[in-house]
């Protein structure tokens, strides 16, 4: 799977930077791409990926704060406009008023789609799992922001071990229903009396992936507690070092704030966005080192950027 960055600017579109919105590809594992939040702009950043708009399955918002919100209905329109493809479903969620936001946005402009959205609303009371199916869980919990706002903690379930065909065949297994047994976990004693040991023919199971991709926030402990032990800790770096004061009174947190979530989390990994505009590149480079001083690794992601997880 590989998280990109379709912009990782903070309030207001700059050159450098398009306002939030960054994508989970799970081609591989599901044939899926989950967006999280749709800041303006999200589909012309599309265009400059391989994102193919009716891949992506189900959109998670964090807040209703415009810089996340005001491409939902562009690309939502868009995304019908592949008329000879087919036309797949999405799932919403999101704070109350989301879909009230979607929906208003469509019929003001007379939007038809020719796909169903299903809407997940939460509130404060709420929150935790909001999300199951057979290969993933999803939770969200309460951050620390001026408006309501989640941070999302995505796991993926252990990956099943996989069976070893050609030792089987080896070990004089023919090729047919035993195979389907052993593969079930289930020993079987062959014609001549040789005992087969399921487990000494597949591969131990994996541990699936967790990643933590919060919203806007000032430090909280909803964070870490969403980031423990995560893969991969995705956090807002709206200010840097220094700035905790004037973060703190705009809801947000610094470089060196969200270093010190994802150590306490125990988070293997930590990228930065939502930085702001005026940030140039030797500021974004004394931030990384300056965040590096708390957690490593830690890197600020740019636009378009796609990062292997
Ligand atoms: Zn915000």
Partial sequence: MQLQFLGTGAGQPSKARN??????????????VWMFDCG?????????????????????????????????PGFLSSRSFQANEEQTDI??????????FVLSSLRVSGSRLPYRIHFHEFDEGSLGKILETDKFTVYADKL??????????????????TLDADKLR????????LFGQVKNGQDIVLEDGTEIIAADYISPPRPGKTLAILGDTRKTAASVRLAVAADVLVHEATYGKGDEKIARSHG???NMQAAEVAREA???????????????????????????SIFEPVHIVKDLEEVEI
Avoid: W
């Fill in 144 to 161: 620390d922001h001026t408006i309501f706002c989640v941070g999302y903690r995505i796991m993926q379930k252990d990956l099943e071990g």
């Fill in 266 to 292: 125990g988070a293997k990994r930590l990228l930065l966005n939502h930085i702001s505009a005026r940030f140039l590149s030797k500021d974004i480079s004394q931030m990384r080192r300056d965040a590096g």
């Fill in 91 to 100: 799932d919403i969620y999101g704070p109350s008023g989301i879909k009230n």
């Fill in 170 to 177: 080896a070990a004089g297994v023919p090729f047919g229903p």
């Fill in 252 to 254: 947000h947190s610094t």
């Fill in 19 to 32: 306002v939030s919105s960054l994508v989970l590809k799970l081609l591989e594992e599901i044939n899926e």
């Fill in 40 to 72: 303006e702009g999200t589909q012309h950043q599309i265009l400059e990926t391989t994102i193919k708009p009716r891949k992506i399955s189900r959109i998670f918002i964090t807040h209703l704060h415009g810089d996340h919100i005001f491409g939902l």
